[in-house]
């Protein structure tokens, strides 16, 4: 069975050599567990579903290469253009290579502030039939809100041994799931049942980061506050905001919200390595 990884958080996620590191690692944990591992990415403007470690490198040094969402796929294709896949795209570039189970670190959503911005991640969940392994969607975002879009848009939310869903740098977020379970056999179930009924959404699986790296609940909420303020007043907008509140959260806490980031990483891939096992 194969686990897909997503490259935006290679090339506009991380910090180099960090993020090479971290990509490759990611792919062992996954091997480590009796899966596959496919790092997804558009190469000259063909999707990849299994990035070489020279390409993840030139992903890595981040030279040349565009974040793209949905919209912009097929102007990558005509292009010819590298480009580092978010989770909406992996979604996508993993359907069309049959693969259905994706591990990442936290789910793109719905924006804070009065500014509408949605990330097309929910779309490709309300979409795309992949199961999605996450720490919970981004905590820059408005929770509540993306938690319920998940519902508007029919997509089941399963908490990995919560009963709330985690807040990607932190346990918790205080929403609930839709349904809890305590084993990789449990989520295949669901899964199974999901696509034996013709539904055609993603699942999201969502696991809380590792105990021992999670971060403090007030160092959390502080990063986030002084990141949105400086994203206000450097005046970043679009494509340009997700990675910039990640990237000054990370620079901002020394190296806590870095470490809850790769611990997340690891545990996702591990899991989503169980499940895919699981669904043999
Ligand atoms: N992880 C990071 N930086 C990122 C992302 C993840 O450290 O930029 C990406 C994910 O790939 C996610 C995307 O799908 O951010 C969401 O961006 P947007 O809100 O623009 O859709
Ligand atoms: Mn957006």
Redesign the pocket.
């Known amino acids: 069975m194969i686990v897909a990884l997503?490259?935006?958080?290679i090339a506009?996620?991380?910090p180099y050599p960090r993020n090479y590191e971290t990509a490759l690692h990611l792919e062992e944990v996954i091997r480590a567990e009796g899966a596959e591992a496919r790092t997804c990415g558009f190469w000259a403007g063909k999707p990849v579903a299994g990035l070489t470690p020279e390409q993840i490198a030139h992903f890595a040094r981040g030279e040349g290469v565009i974040?793209a969402?949905l919209r912009d796929i097929a102007i990558v294709a005509a292009r010819k253009l590298h480009a580092?896949?978010?989770?909406?795209?992996?979604m996508w570039v993993a359907h069309r290579h049959g693969i259905q189970v994706f591990a990442?670190?936290?789910?793109?959503?719905v924006?804070r502030g009065e500014d509408y911005?949605?990330?097309?991640?929910l779309t490709a969940l309300a979409t795309i039939p992949v199961l999605v392994v996450c720490a919970g969607a981004?905590a820059i975002?408005d929770l509540p809100r993306t938690r319920e879009r998940l519902e508007t848009l029919g997509v089941p939310v399963i908490g990995y041994g919560v009963d709330e869903m985690p807040a990607f740098y932190t346990r918790s977020s205080g929403l609930p799931v839709d349904a809890r379970c305590d084993a990789p056999e449990e989520v295949a179930a669901i899964w199974k049942a999901h696509r034996r009924l013709g539904l055609r959404t993603g699942m999201l699986v969502t696991v809380p980061v590792p105990e021992e790296a999670a971060l403090d609940e007030d160092v959390a909420t502080a990063a986030i506050e002084e990141a949105l303020t400086a994203a206000e007043a450097a005046g970043v907008r679009?494509?340009?905001?997700?990675?910039f509140l990640?990237?000054y959260i990370?620079e901002h806490t020394g190296e806590a919200a870095l470490r809850a980031?790769l611990a997340l990483l690891e545990n996702n891939a591990r899991l989503a390595a169980a499940i895919a096992q699981a669904l043999d």
């Open positions: 997503e490259s935006t958080v506009h996620g991380l974040k969402s580092a896949t978010t989770v909406a795209t992996t990442t670190g936290g789910l793109g959503g924006h911005d949605e990330s097309a991640d981004k975002l679009g494509k340009a905001i997700t990675p990640l990237a990370a980031n």
